[in-house]
């Protein structure tokens, strides 16, 4: 069965840093998009970054452009996010998933659990 585990969510400061990682199982890690969404109560799933493994092309939202990075490890069939100049905005329930296309949530079909991430001003 596909499946995707998210760790490193928590608590930081303003201006802090947070990588959090992705392990797929029983997916084809390669040739395949994988993503990460953020979702705070009360509003929509939005689409924060993406890769294709393939080619290792990603793809951002405006919104944490040049402060989030996406990055994938074939060997470990992970994905990563590293959050850096982290803004109380960016606090929310932040979800792997896999098998769309860019930063849609709607196209993917595999989640994982989700991890907190909390920015405190």
């Known amino acids: 069965q596909e499946e995707l585990v998210e760790s490193g969510g928590g608590s930081v400061q303003a201006g802090g840093s947070l990588r959090l990682s992705c392990a797929a199982s029983?997916?084809?890690?390669?040739?395949?998009?994988l993503g990460w969404f953020r979702q705070t109560p009360g509003k929509e799933r939005e689409g924060v970054a993406a890769?294709?493994?393939?080619?290792?092309?990603?793809h951002y939202a405006d919104s944490v452009a040049g402060r989030f990075t996406i990055s994938q490890d074939n060997a470990k069939d992970t994905v990563y996010l590293d959050m850096n100049t982290l803004k109380p905005e960016d606090s929310a329930m932040y979800y792997c998933?896999?098998?769309?296309?860019?930063?849609?949530?709607?196209?993917?079909?595999?989640w994982g659990q989700g991890t907190q991430v909390t920015v405190s001003s």
């Open positions: 998933a896999a098998g769309g296309t860019g930063l849609a949530p709607g196209t993917y079909y595999v």
């Open positions: 029983a997916l084809n890690f390669y040739k395949n998009y």
């Open positions: 890769i294709y493994t393939g080619r290792g092309t990603a």
